[in-house]
């Protein structure tokens, strides 16, 4: 604000002063013109007789004649009694000319004009007129911008301070409250921002909020995964353990405690490579080989196997089978299909059905795995993909339950195929998993 009033306080001066010093150069001027109109020359070529006119001018104007010996002539009325030339200078540049004088005090405006005849000098007409009229002028002009100069930066200085005061308010709001969480480490803290104004600094209040939020929502599920990993990990080590504790003080190994103790080492393995798996998945470095995979033959070659799984606990049944292709990793969607149908074996009581079915629906391959079990409680299906999430109630589970990664490795597996995993159960009416994927025309 100050560098603008600066330049146009300086444009204003100067335009101002320009103005005043041409209205008293054309004074001047006119002035000039008027004498050497009256002005005679004798017939030796020398001036004999100076007539001043009475103008009105003249009482503003300061005249003198000089000769060619720099003797003065004659003066207007109003210089009075001085002798002195109005600008020395002036006397003897020999062209006219115009200049800022300072005689005994006084600042004058001069004007130079010398008076030829033919080609000889005969004399110089010098007019002058005071400067202090225009003094003043800019003189107050100066302080009045200064005053108005300096009014103008406390306003505009107080304004800033408001506006910005209120503005930043909400910054120093944003830090205090990152200095509480990284104090008390509580992501639960929100930037409160009372204001309904849509502006820049509550898109960064919401913004920031909503980066909270996720950051809360991430943290509670990585101490919920850590938790559960500790959990999981708990189990088969405190069996192996007591196997090998009752093996030391028997002194010998037995088939069962040997058994039990491969079984939560298996356990264990397949613990830590669904993780591996889940977190090469996450950092982009599981790769999927894309390749044309007959799915008919791929759910036809599932089906045997889970007929042998099966047993004699469940009837498993293929009802409906089309010819689709896709473009896909068969290793990976096989390990699909084999999990959720291994997952409908399980929770489906003796005597139950697994139904599998594959039909083409416009550009759309779509596999249905339904069964008879007890199905999924309403409010544990939005959870079913999650890491480590199982329906049943209890924490101790059979050595046949799996870990809770199954399903979040087949989620991941389907969505990187472009396609879609979808589950609807009712409690005590069987749960039906759906995958859609793109076919390849």
Same mark, same amino acid.
């Given at each position: ?19 005043? !010093? ?24 020398? !001036?004999? !007789? ?19 010996? *720099? ?27 115009? *200049?800022?004088?300072? /005689? ?20 110089? !007409? ?37 506006? %910005?005061?209120?503005?930043?308010? #909400?910054?120093?709001?944003?830090? *205090? ?9 509580? %992501? ?6 009372? $204001? ?19 950051? $809360? ?19 088969? %080590? ?25 079984? $939560? ?22 790769? %999927? ?27 498993? #049944?293929?009802? *409906? ?34 139904? /599998? ?25 939005? #959870? ?58």
């Amino acid at each position: 604000m100050g560098g603008i009033l600066l330049i146009f306080g300086a444009a204003v001066y100067i335009l101002v002063n320009v103005i005043l !010093l041409n209205q008293v150069d054309t004074m001047l001027a006119v002035v000039v013109r008027d004498i050497t109109q009256v002005t005679k020359v004798n017939s030796m070529g020398e !001036l004999s !007789l100076i007539s001043l006119p009475p103008l009105d001018m003249t009482s503003n104007a300061y005249v003198q004649v000089w000769g060619p010996d *720099e003797k003065l002539i004659a003066t207007s009325p109003s210089i009075g009694t001085l002798t002195k030339s109005l600008d020395p200078i002036g006397l003897k540049v020999g062209s006219p000319i115009y *200049e800022d004088s300072y /005689l005994d005090g006084a600042h004058l405006r001069v004007l130079s004009v010398p008076l030829v005849v033919g080609a000889r000098i005969i004399g110089t !007409l010098q007019v002058g007129a005071s400067l202090s009229v225009v003094d003043a002028t800019r003189t107050n002009l100066l302080s009045i911008m200064l005053l108005i100069a300096v009014v103008a930066v406390l306003l505009a200085g107080l304004g800033s301070w408001v506006i %910005l005061g209120r503005a930043l308010s #909400h910054l120093e709001a944003i830090t *205090e409250t990152v200095d509480q969480i990284n104090r008390a480490d509580d %992501l639960s803290r929100r930037i409160p921002y009372q $204001e309904q104004t849509e502006d820049e600094m509550g898109d960064l209040v919401v913004s920031f909020n909503q980066t909270l939020e996720r950051l $809360e929502s991430l943290f509670t599920s990585q101490q919920r995964f850590l938790a559960d990993v500790s959990h999981e990990l708990r189990t088969p %080590l405190t069996v192996i353990k007591g196997n090998v504790d009752l093996i030391r003080r028997m002194k010998a190994a037995d088939e069962e405690s040997l058994g039990s103790i491969d079984e $939560e080492a298996g356990r264990l393995t397949r613990l830590v490579g669904g993780l591996l798996m889940l977190a090469q998945a996450e950092s982009g470095k599981l790769t %999927l080989v894309l390749k044309p995979v007959e799915l008919d033959l791929l759910l036809t070659e599932v089906f045997t196997e889970m007929c042998v799984l099966a047993g004699s606990k469940v009837h498993v #049944h293929l009802n *409906e089978i089309d010819q689709v292709m896709v473009n896909g990793d068969r290793d990976r969607l096989k390990q699909v299909l084999l999990n959720l149908v291994a997952n409908a074996i399980q929770y489906t009581p003796q005597g139950g059905d697994v139904f /599998l079915s594959m039909s083409k629906i416009g550009e759309q391959a779509r596999i249905i795995i339904r069964d008879t079990g007890p199905g999924i409680p309403a409010e544990d299906l939005p #959870h079913i993909f999650d890491r480590f999430y199982r329906a049943e109630k209890s924490r101790t589970r059979s050595t046949t339950s799996g870990f809770g990664l199954g399903l979040s490795i087949a989620h991941w597996i389907v969505e990187h195929h472009g396609g879609q995993i979808k589950v609807e159960s009712k409690e005590g009416k069987g749960t039906t998993f759906v995958i859609w994927l793109s076919i390849i025309k």
